[in-house]
């Protein structure tokens, strides 16, 4: 099949993912959790709106002492000096790991009859799918009456997304013209762009891509960019990097937060999203019996709220649903079940083997 009949957009459907001040509340009680279940989201407070229904599970937090968050993050700390700039109370017990290695511990302490030790878990839906299934995470909670937006709400389970990452074509501001760039994933094989390009040897974002055109679009693709004497470079970031220093004018490989963090160190790039864009999603998730329950609410409602900000200044990561630089006719495609990460993995390693034959 020649790029001129090629029409992804026709061979499958996309894989979308889809504080005003506080008012005086009438008189308090004076004692006001003596009515509230010690985990249950307050009711109450949350008729008088979302930054009441926060302010109290935050102060109820503070009987708890500290939050632990197990996480995948660059810079935990920094958010945490802001969390507790507010929540000076609150101390942020912060445990790195693999997302899928956490699934793995929170279902292993499970099995063997024990509580959840951790309070907030950070993922992909794909991956948090094991705990959704299992109903470990707490449904209870209602993150609406804690001020989540509707869309960064999920119905996979009772989780909040904490990040978008976007991908795309990143380009050097320096050597070309962004009325120069294609529209389409199709314009990039113009022999214009020969020997101009990057790609990521770990077949992304084809891989991901494939979501939306299926396998045989997808590799018929790949084989005519490489009629187009590719650059192949390991890593986002890296292949960032060689379009910064001239050895290339684009790569297929950007992304939106780490063109954000390099630009912030004066390189010249940019970000330009095409007719598909693959999307990177994380969720924070409480898991159901957390030992900090209402620690765990706070972090995760501010994270969610005015803690967004802290969270861009600290991993370059926004949670916009669709950012500036999106039209609203481009479609998301996102990995967010456990099929479509076989699917990814299956088609890379196949795009891999493509890449290896470039000798590149």
């Known amino acids: ?137 707490d449904d209870t909670i209602d993150w609406k009456a804690l001020g989540a937006a509707a869309d960064i709400l999920t119905d996979a389970g009772n989780a909040v997304r904490i990040q978008r990452v976007l991908g795309g074509l990143v380009y050097n501001t320096g050597t070309v013209k962004k009325e120069e760039l294609p529209r389409t994933w199709a314009g990039l094989l113009d022999q214009k762009w020969k020997g101009q390009l990057v790609v990521d040897s770990r077949a992304r974002p084809f891989d991901q891509l494939s979501l939306l055109w299926g396998h045989d679009a997808t590799i018929d693709y790949v084989k005519q960019l490489l009629v187009n004497k590719v650059l192949v470079i390991t890593g986002g970031t890296a292949g960032m990097l060689a379009v910064a220093g001239g050895q290339a004018k684009i790569t297929t490989g950007g992304r939106s937060e780490s063109t954000a963090e390099e630009k912030s160190k004066g390189a010249p790039l940019e970000i330009h999203y095409l007719e598909v864009i693959p999307t990177f999603d994380a969720y924070n998730m409480v898991p159901k019996g957390a030992p900090h329950p209402n620690a765990a609410k706070c972090m995760v409602s501010w994270l969610a709220t005015d803690g967004a900000a802290a969270f861009e200044k600290a991993e370059f990561k926004q949670n916009i649903t669709r950012p500036a630089g999106a039209s609203p006719s481009d479609t998301l495609v996102a990995v967010d079940t456990p099929d479509k990460a076989a699917t990814v993995a299956k088609i890379g390693a196949e795009i891999q083997k493509l890449y290896a034959g470039t000798g590149g």
């Open 1 to 137: 099949m020649r790029i001129s009949a090629w029409n992804p957009a026709a061979l499958g459907v996309a894989a979308t993912l889809l504080f005003a001040a506080c008012s005086a509340a009438a008189t308090p009680s004076p004692t006001p959790q003596a009515t509230q279940a010690p985990g249950a989201t307050p009711t109450a407070a949350a008729s008088a709106g979302p930054e009441a229904a926060r302010a109290q599970v935050c102060e109820a937090a503070k009987a708890e002492g500290k939050v632990v968050y197990w996480h995948n993050l660059a810079k935990p700390d920094v958010i945490s000096a802001e969390f507790n700039k507010t929540y000076p109370g609150i101390q942020v017990e912060w445990l790195q790991s693999r997302p899928d290695a956490m699934v793995q511990a929170l279902m292993t302490e499970l099995s063997t009859g024990r509580k959840p030790s951790a309070d907030v878990m950070y993922g992909e839906l794909n991956i948090l799918k094991t705990v959704f299934d299992a109903n470990a995470d």
